[in-house]
Every structure is written in structure tokens, then in C-alpha cells.
């Protein structure tokens, strides 16, 4: 995994003095029925967000009823992310844990929350080892929501291809600069690991064009039967 040191920024703990929101992208796929085939939300149930930061993506599952739960990868985000969780008066566990190491029971969720995290893994072993970790701790019957870095993205566009899916963040202004990645160019390599833990796989790709940088994503929805 990428150098966890960058999560222990000073800016990090100042931006949690604001409110953050769900992400939209998060909300379509799993709370409506409209955009995948994959539909196994109900009223109550448990979550994991690993990666979740502000906590923010857990709001509307709280909301539900359900019971949420979360991952840091330093003992300093997992205390943000605590704070933000009363902050915005959730009700939530947040531990200290890893892609491929979290520390909850086999088949303990019907949700696992991935937006942003996976590509923070160097090797496609690793990448692998978290698919397998993500199938691990979800039930069957429950889905992984994954979000990932897609070929436009600037910060994608911005790194130095390492060798095969293996790259390197050249942008001095981010807080992420030297850092390696693992970027997926196409979806169908994705598609061939993900389909070693899980039995369905839908994709979707988010592009978005602004004056001054391009968002740009890849969306995996995989199943567990």
C-alpha cells in the first residue's frame, strides 16, 4: 500500500471543521434503482466504509437505520473520522484498518463502501488481496460499491506509467506527489480479478469536463452470492 504518512496532513484535521455530503455517484448506485441491475439495498443492515475519512458516506445509511461502521488507515484519521461521525451525529465504529486487512468477522456486511482507496495499492496482488478482503467480510447476498481512477482523470493523466497498471503521481501540489498507484486503463482488467471473489460485476464510467480539470472514474458494483 501507498505511504499512509499523507493522511496524518495537518489540512486533513483542518478541512473537518467543515460539514461534507454523500457523494452523488455513491447515492445512484446504491440508493436508487435507476442505474444498475444489481438490487439488494433494504431498510436495515450493516455498512463498512473503509477509507471514510469524514464519515460523510454514511449519513444516509444511518439515517435508514443501519448500522455503520468505517476504516482509517492512521491512528490520526480514524480519530477524525470519529469526530466527524458526531459531528454529524451518526452512529458509528471506526477502527483502524487496511484494504487488505480489516478487522471485522467473515460475512459481517451487506455494504461495502470503496470510493477512492483501492488504487492506493502498488501491486495487483495487493489489489487482488483487497478484492478477496472485501469478499471476506460481506455477506452473501451483499455488494462492494468501488470507485476508482479512470484514464482522463488529471491525476491519472499526471502520473508516470511505472510498467504494467503500476504508476506514479508527478504533481507537486498534491499531497499524494511520488506516491504509487495501481490505475486501471480498461475495464476488463479490472473485470478478470474482481471476478476471482465476486460473482457479479457491473461497470459504470463517470467523466466530467471543467474549465480547469477533468474528473474522471471508473464505478465497479460487484455482487456476492
Not at 486533513?12 to 439488494?40: C, D, E, G, T, V
Not at 439495498?41 to 437505520?65: C, M, Q
Not at 492506493?120 to 478477496?132: C, F, G, Q, S, W
Request: proline share 3%; aromatic share 12%; hydrophobic share 35%.
Amino acid at each position: 500500500m501507498s505511504d499512509v504518512k499523507v493522511w496524518k496532513d495537518k489540512k486533513l484535521l483542518a478541512n473537518s471543521k467543515y460539514r461534507f455530503f454523500p457523494a452523488s455517484i455513491m447515492l445512484r448506485a446504491i440508493f436508487s434503482n435507476r442505474y444498475f441491475k444489481s438490487q439488494n439495498l433494504k431498510e436495515g443492515g450493516s455498512v463498512l466504509d473503509v477509507g471514510t475519512l469524514y464519515a460523510n458516506n454514511l449519513i444516509p445509511f444511518f439515517d435508514r437505520g443501519w448500522d455503520c461502521y468505517g476504516t482509517e488507515v492512521t491512528e490520526e484519521s480514524v480519530e477524525i473520522a470519529k469526530a466527524s461521525s458526531l459531528k454529524q451525529k451518526i452512529s458509528s465504529d471506526i477502527r483502524l484498518g487496511f484494504n487488505t486487512k480489516l478487522p471485522f468477522d467473515n460475512e459481517q456486511f451487506d455494504v461495502l463502501l470503496s470510493l477512492g482507496t483501492i488504487h492506493y495499492e502498488e501491486t495487483i496482488e495487493d489489489v487482488k488481496l483487497a478484492l478477496k478482503e472485501f469478499s471476506r467480510v460481506l455477506k452473501r447476498g451483499g455488494c462492494a460499491l468501488i470507485e476508482t481512477t479512470a484514464p482522463k482523470q488529471d491525476w491519472f493523466v499526471k502520473s508516470k506509467h511505472i510498467k504494467e497498471q503500476l504508476y506514479q503521481l508527478d504533481l507537486p501540489s498534491d499531497l499524494r506527489h511520488k506516491q504509487f498507484f495501481t490505475f486501471f486503463e480498461d475495464e476488463a482488467k479490472f473485470r478478470k480479478i474482481a471476478s476471482e471473489c465476486f460473482s457479479s460485476i457491473e461497470v459504470a464510467r463517470c467523466t466530467e469536463q471543467y474549465p480547469n480539470t477533468t474528473i474522471d472514474i471508473w464505478i465497479f458494483k460487484l455482487s456476492k452470492t
